[in-house]
């Protein structure tokens, strides 16, 4: 059984009169990807704050690393890595400088940091530019080069804050890519975002956080189940196998020119089974189907109230 990275008990923060978080409670297993989401205002900063030390607690438990927050601090920062939302590199110092100096704070010596700084150029493929001043990089070479400070110290736990914001498609598929490659190598990520398909594509677990309280947590495809609107789509071969269907699934809803059904349902194995079962004890032909599900900004509207980023509709194409 995978034993968990990052566990919170009842976190409280306030300032003054403005509660801030509310009882949060997480459990992020090792070697996955975590995602925080939430409208701005939501608590998600103080969490990630509050986790990796930089910020105490009014009350509640929290355990990174297996280390108590409020009590270990130093072994939970040596644990973990912390990657902003804006890359912080030392524009005057070239990527490999960066580097150095990062192995230098870690006091890693000699052969062992020049091996480590060399393998991480070459990773993040940094190599061609390795001797130029990272002020002539580009923004997605930036982020690279940030993440890759991050690793010199070998972190278990990376907090990963809004990592490709402001970059460009290619980029920002670029750094997915190194988180997933990172995922693998038994890294845990905690991963705030603004880009809901972000989450949707690289979280094994989600939780939403409105008004410093948890609304929801669940895989994407669990999330996306919660929210109504979901259905199935079944495209017949003629019309009289579509009448049949209609008059065998109450509720549906038929369009006769492109003889397609739609079929309210919540999209799980269960219920997919029960209407084959259904469409087969009446010798119904189904030429395909395909279960459409609400997306997370729709997930994410439905629980905060706030639509504050989009993402990619989710289907998925069965044929039968």
């Given at each position: 059984?995978?034993?968990?990275?990052?566990?919170?008990?009842?976190?409280?923060?306030?300032?003054?009169?403005?509660?801030v978080?509310?009882?949060?409670?997480l459990?992020?297993?090792?070697?996955?990807?975590?995602?925080?989401?939430?409208p701005?205002?939501?608590?998600?900063?103080?969490?990630?704050?509050?986790?990796?030390?930089?910020?105490?607690?009014?009350?509640?438990t929290?355990?990174?690393?297996?280390?108590?927050?409020?009590?270990?601090?130093?072994?939970?920062?040596?644990s973990?890595?912390?990657?902003?939302?804006?890359?912080?590199?030392?524009?005057?110092?070239?990527?490999?400088?960066?580097?150095?100096?990062?192995?230098?704070?870690?006091?890693l010596?000699?052969?062992?940091?020049?091996k480590?700084?060399?393998?991480?150029?070459?990773r993040?493929?940094?190599?061609?530019?390795?001797?130029?001043?990272s002020?002539t990089?580009?923004?997605?070479?930036?982020?690279?080069?940030?993440?890759?400070?991050?690793?010199v110290?070998?972190?278990?736990?990376?907090?990963?804050?809004?990592?490709?914001?402001?970059?460009?498609?290619?980029?920002?598929?670029?750094?997915?890519?190194i988180?997933?490659?990172?995922?693998?190598?038994?890294?845990?990520?905690?991963?705030?975002?603004?880009?809901?398909?972000?989450?949707?594509?690289?979280a094994?677990?989600?939780?939403?956080?409105?008004?410093?309280k948890?609304?929801?947590?669940?895989?994407?495809?669990?999330?996306?189940?919660?929210?109504?609107?979901?259905?199935?789509?079944?495209?017949?071969?003629?019309?009289a196998?579509?009448?049949?269907?209609?008059?065998?699934?109450?509720?549906?809803?038929?369009?006769?020119?492109?003889?397609?059904?739609?079929?309210?349902?919540?999209?799980?194995?269960?219920s997919?089974?029960?209407?084959?079962?259904?469409?087969?004890e009446?010798?119904?032909?189904?030429?395909?189907?395909?279960?459409?599900?609400?997306?997370?900004?729709?997930?994410f509207?439905?629980?905060?109230?706030?639509?504050?980023?989009?993402?990619?509709?989710?289907?998925?194409?069965?044929?039968?």
């Amino acid at each position: 059984m995978t034993s968990s990275a990052i566990m919170a008990s009842g976190l409280k923060k306030a300032y003054k009169d403005k509660v801030v978080l509310d009882g949060i409670d997480l459990d992020v297993r090792a070697g996955t990807t975590f995602s925080l989401l939430g409208p701005n205002g939501s608590g998600k900063t103080t969490t990630v704050n509050v986790l990796t030390t930089l910020l105490k607690m009014d009350s509640g438990t929290a355990r990174v690393a297996g280390y108590d927050v409020a009590t270990e601090t130093k072994k939970v920062r040596s644990s973990i890595g912390v990657t902003g939302q804006f890359a912080s590199v030392d524009e005057l110092l070239s990527g490999r400088e960066n580097l150095q100096l990062m192995a230098d704070l870690h006091h890693l010596r000699g052969g062992e940091g020049t091996k480590i700084v060399e393998r991480l150029l070459e990773r993040f493929d940094l190599g061609e530019s390795a001797d130029k001043r990272s002020s002539t990089y580009s923004g997605g070479m930036r982020r690279k080069l940030d993440l890759a400070m991050t690793l010199v110290g070998r972190p278990k736990i990376i907090f990963l804050d809004e990592p490709t914001t402001g970059l460009d498609p290619r980029s920002r598929r670029t750094m997915w890519n190194i988180v997933r490659e990172l995922v693998a190598d038994g890294i845990t990520i905690f991963l705030t975002t603004q880009y809901l398909d972000e989450a949707d594509n690289l979280a094994d677990k989600i939780a939403v956080l409105n008004e410093g309280k948890l609304v929801a947590e669940g895989t994407p495809e669990q999330l996306k189940r919660q929210i109504p609107g979901s259905h199935v789509q079944l495209r017949f071969g003629g019309v009289a196998p579509l009448d049949a269907a209609v008059r065998v699934l109450p509720g549906s809803t038929p369009d006769q020119e492109s003889l397609i059904l739609r079929v309210p349902s919540d999209g799980g194995n269960k219920s997919l089974r029960a209407l084959l079962d259904r469409l087969d004890e009446y010798a119904i032909e189904v030429e395909e189907f395909t279960v459409h599900l609400p997306d997370l900004d729709d997930v994410f509207f439905a629980l905060t109230g706030h639509s504050d980023a989009k993402s990619e509709s989710t289907t998925e194409v069965i044929a039968r």
